[in-house]
């Protein structure tokens, strides 16, 4: 099976040269003129000298190989531990620093039992969007009437000690920009607070997927890079996964899958074909979605591909 690997390897990378264990390849990330990508056989890892990218070895197959050697490849099925990759390069890599930040001052907890004149609004915005007031009160959900973020639904983001660590603030009127959000890192786990690591977790695209669905983190967008935060953490908890994001995004859903199951993710793959996305169907249609979602393996994924 070696032999195959390395055969798969070249074809997809180029010449190398081998090094005891590793084997060494010019990097298809950075392309630095060097050959400076370490593969390991034996552990199914890589990493990069220049760039520092890590990972699984069928993570770079199913990215850079051709149709024919990636079907080969999906055939062993082998996983990883983030773990064996830092045991192997013996270098960790430093915990980041937990941002934080504050809400603004023009915030206005749309919870509150006091109402203020214009708030009417954003509470309807959100009604129509099928936004109760039970998540209203579990979300922090507020409004700002005035100020930088004016005439825009804020929907907090608190990490696991309880801080404010990044917020969405989503316009309720016809302004041409919907998402005016602050400038600083995206690289969190949204609501991190809220999430039980021990039952299943959904993964979304934004924020009102998220409050639709159960136990759920938003991504802020349709990928997941796998030096994220939110990746990290997933492997680290390894709770069973559902995957919802878009349809209208399916190669970059299965490119999330994939770098998932790569490093031995339970995961399951919610069909939202027929919808919008979750933020726009009931909860209830979510839960029905999520009880007919279908396992994913390295063989159902390439058909997808393909299909």
């Known amino acids: 099976m070696s032999a195959e690997k390395i055969k798969i390897l070249e074809n997809t990378l180029g010449i190398f040269y081998n090094s005891r264990d590793e084997y060494l390849f ?73 941002q934080t ?15 203020v004149n214009g708030q009417h609004r954003a509470l309807s915005y959100l009604a129509h969007r099928g936004i109760t007031q039970k998540d209203i009160a579990y979300y922090k959900i507020g409004v700002c009437l005035k100020g930088e973020y004016r005439k825009r639904i804020i929907i907090p983001s608190f990490n696991d000690e309880g801080s404010c660590d990044y917020f969405i603030a989503r316009s309720y009127t016809d302004d041409w920009l919907k998402y005016k959000n602050p400038p600083i890192s995206r690289n969190i786990v949204f609501n991190d607070l809220l999430i039980d690591w021990d039952s299943p977790v959904t993964i979304v695209e934004g924020v009102f997927d998220s409050i639709k669905t159960e136990n759920s983190i938003p991504i802020l967008g349709s990928t997941l890079n796998t030096k994220s935060n939110l990746f990290r953490k997933l492997v680290e908890k390894r709770p069973k996964i559902f995957i919802g994001l878009d349809d209208d995004a399916l190669t970059k859903s299965l490119n999330v899958v994939w770098d998932m199951i790569q490093y031995g993710l339970d995961v399951k793959k919610i069909d939202t074909s027929d919808i919008e996305d979750l933020g726009s169907i009931s909860k209830q249609e979510v839960t029905t979605l999520k009880n007919n979602s279908i396992p994913m393996t390295f063989e159902n994924i390439l058909q997808m591909q393909w299909r």
Do not use: M
């Open 101 to 115: 930040i504050s809400l603004p001052e023009e915030y206005i907890w749309l919870g509150d039992t006091k109402f």
């Open 26 to 98: 010019k990097c298809p990330f950075c392309e630095h003129h060097k050959k400076k990508l370490s593969v390991n056989i034996k552990l199914n890892v890589f990493k990069c000298w220049i760039c520092n990218t890590k990972g699984g070895i069928t993570y770079l197959i199913g990215r850079f190989a051709s149709k024919q050697d990636r079907i080969v490849w999906s055939s062993f099925e082998q996983t990883i531990e983030l773990s064996e990759i830092d045991n192997l390069f013996k270098k960790e890599d430093k915990t980041p620093e937990k």
